[in-house]
């Protein structure tokens, strides 16, 4: 990779302003400056320093967002708010996008990343990973609705879900519960609570395979993922 497009792609300035950067000698390569733009580096294996500090080399990001409401889940809007206009600019300049969707009245944990194959992985209907929501009706569940829900529902359009996994909160009402699915259709929750008769009043996503959302995150803020949560939701249930 030429050294002024990895500067450039990591936040160091534009590609012109990167070159003014070479010329005055900023920039060193295993202790010895470099000016040509040109100079061809491997960013996981060369030392590369800028004023002697290391730049530090990732090419991937990962991060868990609390989405919260009236944020849309995409990379762009004409007149929405998204998930992207949350982050950092030293973030951004990674180009993540959100895996999978949550609806724009949906908060809780949204992922981000720019790992098209880890994304495909976790999205991928057939590899059948967990995501679970902490789910506010308007009203009791009847045992007859319970079951409806854990053998799967057929939606408006016909289709019929995969079983859901269903449990009620400790201590809080039981117009609250917790409902586990392995897919990700359009507004599937709502359209599986309205197939039984139910109506979903508020609607958070609290768990994406094995990787829960951190407590200590404020709706609208984020975090990057550490190596180990990485790596759990590599192994996961995928």
């Known amino acids: 990779m030429r050294i002024d497009k990895l500067l450039a792609n990591m936040g160091f300035g534009s590609r012109k302003e990167v070159k003014q950067l070479l010329k005055k000698g900023g920039v ?3 202790g010895a400056p470099v000016k040509d733009a040109k100079t061809q580096v491997d960013p996981e294996n060369d030392d590369i320093e800028i004023f002697g500090e290391k730049v530090e080399y990732k090419p991937n990001i ?3 967002m609390n989405k919260p409401q009236g944020v849309i889940s995409a990379t762009e809007d004409a007149s929405e708010s998204t998930v992207l206009d949350l ?3 030293e973030d951004l300049i990674y180009d993540p996008f959100p895996v999978g969707r949550l609806d724009k ?3 809780g944990f949204m992922l981000l990343t720019n790992d098209g194959k880890l994304a495909h992985q976790l999205t991928s209907p057939k590899k059948k ?3 679970t929501y902490r789910v506010h009706i308007d009203g009791v569940l009847t045992k007859d609705q319970e079951e409806e829900l854990k053998a799967g529902v057929v939606l408006d359009d016909g289709y019929k879900t995969k079983p859901a996994k269903l449990a009620y909160y400790n201590g809080e009402p039981e117009t ?3 409902l586990t699915i392995t897919e990700g259709k359009f507004h599937q929750v709502k359209r599986m609570f309205q197939a039984v008769g139910r109506k979903v009043v508020a609607l958070k996503r609290e768990s994406i395979g094995p990787l829960t959302l951190d407590p200590d995150l404020e709706p609208g803020t984020y975090r990057e993922l550490n190596d180990d949560e990485v790596e759990l939701l590599r192994k996961g249930n995928l």
């Open 129 to 131: 990973v967990d995501k």
């Open 176 to 178: 609250t519960v917790q």
């Open 87 to 89: 982050l950092e600019t």
């Open 105 to 107: 009245d949906t908060t």
């Open 62 to 64: 990962y991060l868990m």
């Open 28 to 30: 060193t390569l295993s």
